[in-house]
Structures are given as structure tokens and as C-alpha cells.
């Protein structure tokens, strides 16, 4: 994991907390920028001020005076555990081939930590490769709910009727696991695709029109692993097969819900050449009956 010195500085870019009105809109403007013109979610600048100040954390990244980044978490209280929920964590398009996602990530661990909490969960879109590589594979977070329609449909814009799904993610970030992925400093792949291997496939999937990867079928997994494919850009498919969106959609969502039911659990996220395609998949493990796995509302 990146080193920060005591002034948060890390390859220059230095972190801290967002203190100033200014520092507040800037947030705003940049979560506009990083989301897209039809962004659900923005945190308006006197929300931030106010989540802030009261057991919250708006932190920012900061490149010179320039905010490139920030994350934003609020505290979460479940009946029985206590922990930090996160918001967002957004990066300007310009800055995210510098790895700032996983540093604002790793920054945030360090601040729910000093709070006193020691865990950090959220829900992202099981669609977004780059998102799942990032939160599963380096962070080493755990998913563990599947939650269909958890923003409705999107109600304007270009992605109007857009199916919302998520998945719940819980970083339990004082574990050995975590320590481990924070350090690592790269994929095995030999690893990944010797797993990838040897677990039974979820989602069926085959070559389209475009040459995109398409679902074809959902299968029931027989065996104690099994991987779920999810598009490897979902940009690439949005721009060139939109119509197959939904069926991506549905075939995830079908997909998650058999393996929740028969008791497998996300293990880890893995990106692999196949016949020279690089292709994206979760890698599930069936839990036994006195393990607790996974659950769907």
C-alpha cells in the first residue's frame, strides 16, 4: 500500500480531511464532473459541510490546490454493529490512471480506523468490472447482498429506465485479509486462471455481433467453486450492444440470486486471458451449513 507521510502526502498527491466552504463546492463539482452529466447521488456542499461535522468523513485528494478526488462516508448502525458507510468515492477522469481510487480507499481505512470502527461497507454496480476488481480483489472486501433495484430506475437523462442493482460490499479493514491485499503489489496470474479453471461457470457467455461478450445461458453451480462473467468493459458494451444491457443485467442478477440460495459467497474478482480475450469474473466458494454465507432481501 502507498506510504503517507505525517502530512498525507503520497506520490504528490496529499490527502486530509475537506475543511472549507470552497473545498465543499469543489467536491460537488468534481462528483459531477467523475459521475457524468445524468449523476445520481451527488452530495450537495452543505450536506458534506454537515456529515462532516457530525461523525462523518469528506476527505479529498489533493493534487497542488486541485481537488482530484474525494470520498465521502457516514456513520452506519445496523441493530448491532457500527461501522462507516461509504457514500461514493469519486476520482476526476484525468487523474485515474494514477491509482487514486485505491489510495482515497486506503486513506479512508486509516480514518475509520482512528475513529475507533473496524469496518467500512457500501454497494456498487455488479456490472462494473474496474469497480469489482478495485473493491474485491485489491481492497479485499467482501460482498455479501445482492439487492435488485436498489435505486429504482433512473428516472432522466441518456440512462432512463436503467435497472439500479448493487451489491452490498462489507471491508472488515482490521483483518489480516485486508492487510495482505492492501500490500500486495500484483495480480498472479497463473493463480487467477488456474481458479478461474477450475470453477463451473455461472453465466454462459458467447461472442455477438460486435465481437462483445454476450449471456446466453444461467447455470446452476454443482461443484464447491464457481465464477460469475460480468462484462469486462461495460462502456464498450453500452456504446455497442445497448440493447443487450438488460440481458447482461438479468443474467447477473439470476446468476446471484442461485448461487445466494445454494449457499456460495464472493471470494474474489479476477480479470484473465482466454483465448487471447481478457475476460471479468467473481469467483464464489459454497459455503458448508455452519457457515453463514451471503443473503438476498
Partial sequence: MPE??????????????????????????????????????????PLQRAIQDHGGLVLGAFADIHLAGCAISTIGWDGTTLY?????????????????????????????????????????????????WLYVRRLGSAP?????????????????????????????????????RLAETGA??????????????LVETEPGESGLRLPTAVVEPTGPTAHLEVPFDLGLIRQHEPASLRRWRHAVRDAFRTAIDLRYAVD???VVPVDHERRSF?????RGPETPGPSAP
Wanted: charged share 30%; glycine share 6%; hydrophobic share 35%.
Fill in 4 to 45: 503517507a507521510s505525517v502530512d498525507g502526502r503520497v506520490e504528490g498527491f496529499r490527502f486530509r480531511r475537506l475543511e472549507k466552504p470552497e473545498e465543499f463546492r469543489q467536491s460537488e463539482e468534481l462528483q459531477r464532473s467523475a459521475l457524468g452529466p445524468d449523476a445520481v447521488g451527488v452530495v450537495p456542499s
Fill in 144 to 180: 455479501d447482498r445482492y439487492l435488485p433495484h436498489y435505486f429504482g430506475q433512473l428516472p432522466e437523462g441518456e440512462e432512463a429506465g436503467t435497472e439500479t442493482d448493487r451489491l452490498r460490499t462489507r471491508w472488515e479493514i482490521a483483518t489480516p485479509r485486508v492487510e495482505a
Fill in 268 to 270: 474474489d474478482f479476477v
Fill in 188 to 201: 498472479d496470474r497463473a493463480d487467477d486462471l488456474r481458479l478461474w479453471s477450475a470453477a463451473g461457470a
Fill in 84 to 132: 462507516h458507510y461509504s457514500h461514493l468515492t469519486a476520482v476526476r477522469p484525468e487523474y485515474r490512471n494514477h491509482h487514486l481510487g485505491f489510495r482515497l480507499k486506503a486513506y479512508q481505512r486509516d480514518e475509520v480506523l482512528r475513529l475507533g470502527l473496524s469496518e467500512i461497507r457500501w454497494v456498487f454496480d455488479p456490472l462494473v468490472s474496474r469497480n469489482a
Fill in 282 to 286: 467473481y469467483l464464489l466458494t459454497r
